[in-house]
């Protein structure tokens, strides 16, 4: 237990390290990306959120490295948040007012149409082009299969393993 307690205590001094090495660097780093020095600051301090995460610091010489791969990870989330959030916002507006949605029920679905596609950027390409063509298109495995040139059996692969992905999502993986 007491050796637990002193590695835990080293991980820290070590993002401690980093924290005080690199901040400054990546906020400047994510505010040229972004173009906004609140969303820089909000990343940088979900790029530091996520290194604690992993329970593990980078090498000291690999430090800049492995920070701006998170951070520009972080950064593709945002903006594939937000351009779900605009289409889906452009959706609403185009609907009469007494058909749409209140805030809440808006915020519930912005919340999973985001969970849908980070589920979907998990997939392998076909895999994930076979699930939106089963599931939104209505297209049956053959046809899958055609447009896809690929054997039906492996269409059957692609959309259960999408399926399986959905599972885990709902469900967790021990379930």
């Known amino acids: 237990m007491r050796t637990r307690g002193i590695m835990e205590s080293h991980f820290q001094r070590e993002v401690g390290a980093l924290y005080r ?10 505010r040229k990306k972004l173009g906004n020095a609140l969303d820089a600051a909000d990343l940088a301090h979900d790029t530091y959120l996520r290194v604690l995460s992993t329970g593990r610091a980078p090498q000291a010489d690999d ?18 948040r937000r351009h779900i959030e605009t289409a889906y916002l452009e959706t609403l507006a185009a609907l009469p007012e007494p058909v749409a949605p209140s805030p809440e029920t808006r915020a519930l679905v912005l919340e ?13 390409a076909k895999a994930r082009t076979a699930f939106l063509l089963c599931k939104l298109e209505g297209l049956g495995y053959r046809e ?13 692969k692609y959309v259960a393993q999408a399926l399986r992905e959905c599972y885990v999502v709902q469900y967790g993986s021990d379930a």
């Open 144 to 156: 899958i299969a055609e447009q896809l040139q690929v054997s039906v059996s492996s269409v059957e």
């Open 63 to 80: 430090s800049r490295r492995y920070l701006a791969r998170i951070a520009n990870c972080l950064v593709i989330d945002l903006f594939r």
């Open 112 to 124: 999973a149409l985001i969970e849908i596609d980070t589920l979907l950027a998990r997939l392998p």
């Open 21 to 30: 090495d690199h901040h400054g660097w990546l906020r400047g780093w994510l």
